[in-house]
């Protein structure tokens, strides 16, 4: 018996590690073509020119909840209102804050109420009013701000923007972000050179943490110093420019970041906007939209562009990364448990065949997987029946297709100008890449698993703050 259970054990873990392998060997080959391609064909700055001068670029609504934001509100929407677009507006939602947030914005932007016939296409806790301004300032005529009570999810106050936004299409936010300046024509451009409806684009996301801001603008963009910060810059960077990237390239995008993301604003409606319930928004977001498109059997893709277009203030201490990763883990659980149905449905082509088998198997099974091997390792142990030479073959096999995989990263990043001026900095990413598995990835797998767990007892979980320590601002 003891040597039937040793067997499956070691073959199940070969198996699941080349799974793992295999897998993102074909991302690495899809992103690498996509990549590829965008560099011989796009030209970001005739980009910029053709859309600024045309009478056909689209117009684009900012939707960012704010709750609470009274000691950085001003100066993260001047930032907003000072980004390069000739056409959109900026929504802000005040998610009834407590503070100060709703009055030095009237106050500073010269606000007042006015006459608007508020309809509530997606439902949301009780709206109050819109603020305009009064102000001759051009700059000021973008903002609109809603008013409404405290949902207790930005996924709440989002819909309460996408209910009075003016345009086609809009991009959700966090009005804490950073976006850069030409961030807008990035994201419109694949969606006019599509002959199919593109119904949501995603733009790289990286950390701030480290960075140097002027005026709501990227002046210096460093890596982060702390590990915690660091480790998820790589995360991203490698999520983005591999994962989303090769997801993108067979029209299979599982989400679009909540921080940053461009939608159609009647296909999210008509979707029924984002689940205030829900602990995994993003990913139930895409879910609804792509559901409702394969429903309608209307044709429809989901872009990721490699360009980064918004900096994030990532977890700076532990305690914050668990809060973090334990709603990550119960939303994944929650998504699969809403949206089961959509797995292995050729009806939903890619995206229920491909995508959602593989998050299922490589990510929401894969705490629990190493868990169990955890635990059969150390019984293996007790049991004076481990194969030493077995194991660290497995393990220094994955651990050198980590690194390989960083320096693809890097590569990838590098071609695109996205991160540092100086190649030196990327020496932090190794770094990070050589601890992760033995720091960062151990506490991770253990947050998603309390995640579950709390999913599973049904113990009630709140959103909490995110405690952000600010980023280095230049004169």
């Given at each position: 018996?003891?040597?039937?259970?040793?067997?499956?054990?070691?073959?199940?873990?070969?198996?699941?590690?080349?799974?793992?392998?295999?897998?993102?060997?074909?991302?690495?080959?899809?992103?690498?073509?996509?990549?590829?391609?965008?560099?011989?064909?796009?030209?970001?700055?005739?980009?910029?020119?053709?859309?600024?001068?045309?009478?056909?670029?689209?117009?684009?609504?900012?939707?960012?909840?704010?709750?609470?934001?009274?000691?950085?509100?001003?100066?993260?929407?001047?930032?907003?209102?000072?980004?390069?677009?000739?056409?959109?507006?900026?929504?802000?939602?005040?998610?009834?804050?407590?503070?100060?947030?709703?009055?030095?914005?009237?106050?500073?932007?010269?606000?007042?109420?006015?006459?608007?016939?508020?309809?509530?296409?997606?439902?949301?806790?009780?709206?109050?009013?819109?603020?305009?301004?009064?102000?001759?300032?051009?700059?000021?005529k973008k903002l609109k701000?809603?008013?409404?009570?405290?949902?207790?999810?930005?996924?709440?106050?989002?819909?309460?923007?996408?209910?009075?936004?003016?345009?086609?299409?809009?991009?959700?936010?966090?009005?804490?972000?950073?976006?850069?300046?030409?961030?807008?024509?990035?994201?419109?451009?694949?969606?006019?050179?599509?002959?199919?409806?593109?119904?949501?684009?995603?733009?790289?996301?990286?950390?701030?943490?480290?960075?140097?801001?002027?005026?709501?603008?990227?002046?210096k963009v460093l890596p982060?110093?702390?590990?915690?910060?660091?480790?998820?810059?790589?995360?991203?960077?490698?999520?983005?420019?591999?994962?989303?990237?090769?997801?993108?390239?067979?029209?299979?995008?599982?989400?679009?970041?909540?921080?940053?993301?461009?939608?159609?604003?009647?296909?999210?409606?008509?979707?029924?906007?984002?689940?205030?319930?829900?602990?995994?928004?993003?990913?139930?977001?895409?879910?609804?939209?792509?559901?409702?498109?394969?429903?309608?059997?209307?044709?429809?893709?989901?872009?990721?562009?490699?360009?980064?277009?918004?900096?994030?203030?990532?977890?700076?201490?532990?305690?914050?990364?668990?809060?973090?990763?334990?709603?990550?883990?119960?939303?994944?659980?929650?998504?699969?448990?809403?949206?089961?149905?959509?797995?292995?449905?050729?009806?939903?082509?890619?995206?229920?065949?491909?995508?959602?088998?593989?998050?299922?198997i490589f990510e929401l099974?894969?705490?629990?997987?190493?868990?169990?091997?955890?635990?059969?390792?150390?019984?293996?142990?007790?049991?004076?029946?481990?194969?030493?030479?077995?194991?660290?073959?497995?393990?220094?096999?994955?651990?050198?297709?980590?690194?390989?995989?960083?320096?693809?990263?890097?590569?990838?990043?590098?071609?695109?100008?996205?991160?540092?001026?100086?190649?030196?900095?990327?020496?932090?990413?190794?770094?990070?890449?050589?601890?992760?598995?033995?720091?960062?990835?151990?506490?991770?797998?253990?947050?998603?698993?309390?995640?579950?767990?709390?999913?599973?007892?049904?113990?009630?979980?709140?959103?909490?703050?995110?405690?952000?320590?600010?980023?280095?601002?230049?004169?």
């Amino acid at each position: 018996m003891h040597n039937a259970i040793s067997t499956f054990f070691d073959y199940f873990i070969l198996f699941y590690s080349g799974g793992i392998i295999l897998s993102y060997l074909l991302m690495i080959r899809f992103s690498f073509k996509r990549h590829k391609k965008r560099k011989i064909f796009h030209d970001p700055e005739y980009t910029i020119e053709i859309l600024r001068d045309s009478p056909y670029t689209p117009g684009i609504s900012i939707v960012a909840p704010a709750y609470n934001e009274e000691k950085t509100i001003i100066t993260n929407v001047q930032s907003l209102l000072n980004l390069d677009y000739p056409d959109y507006e900026v929504v802000i939602v005040n998610d009834g804050s407590k503070d100060k947030t709703l009055e030095l914005l009237i106050e500073h932007f010269d606000l007042v109420k006015v006459p608007y016939a508020y309809i509530e296409k997606i439902k949301t806790k009780p709206f109050r009013c819109v603020y305009a301004t009064k102000s001759d300032n051009p700059l000021f005529k973008k903002l609109k701000v809603v008013d409404k009570e405290n949902g207790g999810t930005k996924a709440d106050a989002s819909n309460a923007g996408i209910n009075v936004v003016a345009n086609k299409y809009f991009i959700c936010t966090d009005v804490d972000c950073v976006i850069e300046k030409f961030a807008l024509y990035r994201c419109i451009w694949p969606l006019m050179q599509s002959q199919t409806r593109v119904i949501a684009v995603s733009a790289s996301m990286r950390m701030l943490n480290g960075c140097i801001v002027k005026e709501g603008q990227m002046e210096k963009v460093l890596p982060p110093h702390s590990l915690i910060p660091l480790f998820q810059d790589l995360e991203y960077a490698r999520s983005y420019l591999i994962g989303k990237s090769a997801f993108a390239a067979i029209n299979g995008m599982i989400n679009v970041s909540g921080g940053f993301g461009l939608f159609d604003t009647d296909v999210a409606i008509k979707a029924g906007g984002y689940d205030g319930d829900s602990f995994a928004e993003d990913m139930d977001m895409i879910a609804r939209m792509i559901r409702y498109m394969c429903d309608s059997g209307e044709p429809y893709r989901i872009v990721q562009i490699p360009d980064i277009c918004c900096w994030t203030e990532g977890p700076p201490t532990l305690k914050v990364l668990a809060r973090q990763r334990m709603r990550w883990g119960r939303g994944l659980f929650q998504f699969f448990t809403i949206h089961r149905d959509m797995l292995f449905k050729r009806r939903y082509h890619t995206y229920g065949m491909v995508s959602l088998p593989y998050v299922m198997i490589f990510e929401l099974a894969a705490p629990v997987v190493e868990l169990s091997g955890y635990l059969f390792i150390l019984y293996l142990m007790l049991s004076g029946s481990l194969n030493w030479e077995t194991m660290f073959l497995i393990f220094f096999t994955l651990f050198a297709f980590a690194q390989v995989l960083t320096m693809l990263v890097i590569n990838f990043d590098m071609k695109f100008k996205g991160s540092f001026e100086k190649k030196s900095n990327y020496l932090w990413f190794i770094l990070a890449s050589t601890l992760e598995p033995f720091i960062y990835h151990p506490v991770i797998v253990y947050f998603a698993l309390r995640g579950y767990l709390k999913h599973i007892t049904g113990k009630k979980m709140v959103w909490g703050a995110m405690t952000r320590k600010g980023v280095k601002t230049s004169q």
